[in-house]
């Protein structure tokens, strides 16, 4: 069974840039898709980020494209997201996802991965 812990998460100012990490434990996770979501109060969790198992296709919300780039170390087990030009309205909780069967295209509209983190909180103040 797959875990994934976040880290990285912390308070910043608007402009900065920020890099969160995801471990996974428990059984490798080279052939997973891994991604990011988040989810700021009051919102309804929302799609960031996801990458391929090869590492070779990602994908990217409109709303993060040219400020957000995913990458992933399977040598190491890791997913990492780094946040340049961070806006208030980055604010939220960003949850770490595995998924072996859904491709990375279709994260987008997807709510039910097979495995998730339980979160990192990043807050962008103005």
């Known amino acids: 069974q797959v875990q994934l812990v976040e880290s990285g998460g912390r308070l910043v100012q608007a402009g900065a840039s920020l890099r969160l990490s995801c471990a996974a434990s428990?059984?490798?996770?080279?052939?997973?898709?891994m991604g990011w979501f988040r989810q700021a109060p009051g919102k309804e969790r929302e799609f960031v980020a996801a990458?391929?198992?090869?590492?070779?296709?990602?994908e990217y919300a409109d709303s993060v494209k040219g400020r957000f780039t995913i990458s992933r170390d399977n040598a190491k087990n890791m997913v990492n997201l780094q946040m340049n030009s961070l806006e208030p309205d980055d604010t939220a909780v960003y949850y770490c996802?595995?998924?072996?069967?859904?491709?990375?295209?279709?994260?987008?509209?997807?709510?039910?991965?097979?495995?998730w983190g339980q979160g990192t909180l990043v807050t962008v103040s103005s």
């Open positions: 996802a595995a998924d072996r069967m859904s491709p990375i295209r279709v994260w987008h509209s997807m709510a039910d991965l097979e495995v």
């Open positions: 428990g059984h490798t996770v080279s052939m997973y898709g």
């Open positions: 990458i391929a198992w090869s590492g070779g296709r990602t």
